[in-house]
């Protein structure tokens, strides 16, 4: 047999090695290290797969995936072999097969009309079918691989630009004010809505709220002058 595929399977170390992803390769050795490597990454967005995350939850234990073989193919064929493996275990496996995708070419599942994170699938990219066309709660469109999209949770990156926090939380208290909203920067600097113990609403730069400047919507003030006149007329 020409160019030799192998399909295979990683499997739980325990008794009942059960199927938890099933993948193809032509070298076993060099496709398992790649297993543990993503695994251990710490930028990479392959790091945040099912399998990956499994594999960190197995070495974290001391433990380590079992790789078996499940059918020898060839360059021809091993697209639907991939395919069928995957489904087979999709339904018969003891615990969830973590593959995102259908196999063969790395086709993923359609998730048009679904929501990840700011931003809204609308359809697959016409010209390539590994990238969605998504579109963020700001309008704009954009494209997220399909690697990468159910790990997303932010908005596009012009909305983190505009509405960066400057370290302020949402729900986060400065003396009379909470932030409620970040709002769209001004002149480069971050703002936050604020809701005032005294029910009013207010736009404030970050970091003034952050350093102290404003504590209130002006309530604050007006009671102390309040207390100064009231203390002056007593005297």
């Not at 930028?43 to 499940?70: H, M, N, Q, T």
């Not at 590994?130 to 932010?154: E, H, M, P, T, W």
């Not at 509405?163 to 409620?180: D, K, M, Y």
Request: charged share 25%; hydrophobic share 35%; proline share 3%.
């Amino acid at each position: 047999m020409s160019n030799t595929v192998y399909i295979y399977a990683l499997c739980e170390p325990t008794v009942d090695r059960a199927v938890r992803y099933v993948g193809k390769t032509v070298d076993l050795t060099h496709r398992y290290n790649s297993h543990i490597s993503d695994a251990l990454s710490r930028f990479a967005a392959v790091a945040e797969y099912p399998r990956s995350r499994w594999i960190r939850k197995l070495l974290a234990d001391g433990k380590a995936p079992l790789c078996e073989v499940l059918e020898i193919s060839d360059s021809a064929s091993w697209r639907e072999a991939e395919r069928a493996w995957i489904v087979w275990f999709r339904k018969n496996s003891v615990k969830p097969c973590l593959n995102i995708t259908d196999g063969g070419e790395g086709v993923h599942r359609d998730h048009s009309g679904k929501r990840f994170g700011g931003v809204i699938v609308q359809h697959r990219a016409p010209d390539d079918v590994k990238f969605y066309v998504c579109r963020c709660d700001c309008g704009r469109l954009l494209r997220v691989s399909a690697s990468n999209i159910l790990y997303r949770q932010g908005p596009c990156d012009a909305c983190v630009s505009r509405f960066s926090s400057g370290g302020v939380n949402q729900g986060q208290r400065f003396s009379r004010l909470v932030a409620i909203a970040l709002e769209e920067r001004r002149r480069g600097k971050a703002m936050g809505r604020c809701l005032c113990d005294c029910g009013s609403t207010l736009v404030v730069q970050a970091s003034n709220l952050k350093c102290g400047g404003t504590k209130s919507c002006g309530c604050l003030r007006s009671e102390r002058i309040g207390n100064l006149r009231r203390k002056h007329e007593r005297g």
